[in-house]
Every structure is written in structure tokens, then in C-alpha cells.
């Protein structure tokens, strides 16, 4: 069991973020802010896929001014993400849920002040992003892009924001490799109690993103450390929602749907295995449910693997068995066992929700 870190409770719109909430789940458009349709529509998209906040640019006026009609129509938690003009982060500040800051290059600090009073009016939280690759000069030339420099920025930026009298912020330390990510969050977990935003930036696509996220994210939410995740992907958003929820569900902090077990192809496989896992996949993946599931391709793990499974398949020699709690229900013709296997597994789950 994973004992998280504690930290103090924010909430962006209607979703809590730190202290014993759930972890959530993020992404961030890419269409042009300012076309109130197109973004509307991602978000939408994003609602569907999972998401629980979603994140919009605002590099301009006119993204800044669509913000109110985007925030009337979005089913989403909206977070306004501020880079440079500090002016935008007002505007934004009138309609968002929370206002995310580059401390890199926002500039002077009378500018934070302004940011931060229109945030305490509207009890707005604030997201201080640190990035490895936009560190204020200070501390690059003192650091260089490392993980003492994040933390640096970080620590320094937190202060400035307590010693206004503003105490609503998470925090983010991204960096585009898994290394400096992980260390920096690491470093900066124990010195204060706000909650963290997890995330590799610049991942890349969709194969090098999965990987670098899912063993830095992966890391440190084992650690106990994370309160809300973006999984950053070149590529279709809602993958990232996808992805996301993946490695929560395989880092064991949340329970939902099938976990999937099946045994890599090798030559003792007796059936199209690749091929049954796929139809495995497509016909439940309706399921809300958490169960654990094993698709097998022969006889030699399948019967140690079905014991910890609520339903399993265990191909064979032109047929097979259906098992379930360990218990053999059924012999069955290889072309009837993948039927009876998705009629079984709907039975189970009809069964768990009863006996809730």
C-alpha cells in the first residue's frame, strides 16, 4: 500500500487537488485559444476521455478575451497557462480556475504582485511551473539547468508568494529527460507541504512519452509523491488522458477496469494470442469495474496466473479451459472459449456491483 505524502488542499474549480483527494488527471489544448469552437470542442474531447482539468494557452489578447466564453461552455475545470505578459493573467484571472505561472519569464516582481492580488480576489489558486529550460538567469548562472536550480526557483517563488499572503499553489518541476525530473521533485518534496503537479516536459511522442513518463511519474508516485499528473504527448490528447490513467492504475492508486494479464508470445502459445487480447481489450473496455483478468496462451502459466484472476482463459491443445476464482467452470473448443471468457467476465462484474 502506498502512503502518500500528505499536503495542503487546493481546489481548481470543483476538483480537489492534494491532501487525501485522488490523484487527477490532466491535458492541455492545442488548438488556437482565441477559436472558442475548436478549443470547446477539445475540451469536450477531454471530458470524455477522462480528463479532470484542462489546461488552455493564453499567449495572446485575443486567447485571453475567448477565455470568458470558453470557461461559460467548458466542462472542465479551466487552468489558464501565462507565459511573459503579465496583463493576460488578469484577464485570465476574471474567468479561469487557476492561473499557471512561469517564474522564468514573467518578469519583475511588482508583476507577480498584480497576479497574485487578482487570484486572491476571485480565491483563485496558482501553479508556479518551473521549467528546466526557462530558469530565471539567477539561478541558471548559479545552477545551470539542473535540479538545484529548479528547486531553487521553486523555493524562492513559494516564498515570494507566502510573504504576500497567498498560500493557494501547487507546484511543477519539469524537465524534458526523466533524470533531472525525478530529482528535482524529490529534492523539493520534503521542504513543503504544497501539492505537486507530476510531469516530463517535451516528452515527445507517443512511444518516448509512455516511457519517460511512466518511469518518472511511475517513480515518484510509488514514492508517495504527486497529487495531480499530464502525461505530455506529441500527439492525440486523448492519449494523454489515456496514458495518465494507466499509470495510476498500474502504480496501484486507482482501481478501475480490467487489469489484463497475458503472457508474452513464444512457441508455446496454442492459439492467435495477440489477436484474442485485442478482441479482450476492445469489447471491455467499457468497463468501470476493476477486475483482473488473465488471457493465456498454454497450460504452463496459466494455471498459477488464473488463481490470482477473477476470470481466465487457458488455451490448449485445440481447446481450453475458463476459470474463474481459481476454479475450473468450463472445457471448451478454442473457438468457443473467447465468448464464453467476455460472457463470464460481464457476469463478474454484474456480480460485483450487486454486492456493493
Known sequence: MIERVKTKQIFVGNVPIGGDAPISV????????SDVKATVE?????????????????PDMAAA???????????????????????????????????????????E??????????????????????????????FENRYGQTPKGMVASAEYNIKFLEDLGFDDIKVSLK????????????????KNHYPFHLGVTEAGTLFHSTIKSSIALGSLLLDGIGDTIRVSITGELE??????????????????????ISCPT???????????????????????????VSVMGCVVNALG???SADVAIAYGKGSGLIIKKGETIAKLKTEELLDRFLEEVEKEVQKQEEEK
Request: charged share 30%; net charge positive; with cysteine.
Open 26 to 33: 490532466q491535458s492541455m489544448t492545442y488548438s488556437k485559444t
Open 42 to 58: 477539445q475540451i469536450r474531447a477531454l471530458h470524455f476521455a477522462g480528463a479532470d482539468i484542462v489546461r488552455v494557452a493564453v
Open 65 to 107: 478575451q475567448a477565455l470568458k466564453s470558453i470557461k461559460e461552455q467548458s466542462s472542465l475545470p479551466l487552468v489558464a497557462d501565462i507565459h511573459f505578459n503579465y496583463k493576460l493573467a488578469l484577464i485570465a484571472a476574471q474567468s479561469v480556475d487557476c492561473i499557471r505561472i512561469n517564474p522564468g519569464n514573467i518578469g
Open 109 to 138: 516582481k511588482n508583476r507577480v504582485k498584480e497576479i497574485v492580488k487578482a487570484c486572491q480576489e476571485r480565491n483563485l489558486p496558482i501553479r508556479i511551473g518551473v521549467n528546466c529550460g526557462s530558469l530565471e538567469k539567477e
Open 175 to 190: 524537465a524534458s529527460d526523466v533524470q533531472r525530473t525525478v530529482e528535482a521533485y524529490r529534492m523539493l518534496r520534503p
Open 239 to 260: 492519449k494523454e488522458i489515456e496514458v495518465g490513467r494507466a499509470i495510476l492504475k498500474d502504480a496501484g492508486l486507482t482501481k478501475e477496469g480490467l487489469n489484463i
Open 266 to 292: 513464444c512457441g508455446r502459445i496454442e492459439a492467435d494470442l495477440v489477436d484474442a487480447v485485442a478482441k479482450v481489450e476492445e469489447k471491455t473496455k467499457h468497463i468501470k469495474t476493476p477486475l483482473n
Open 305 to 307: 496466473e488464473a488463481k
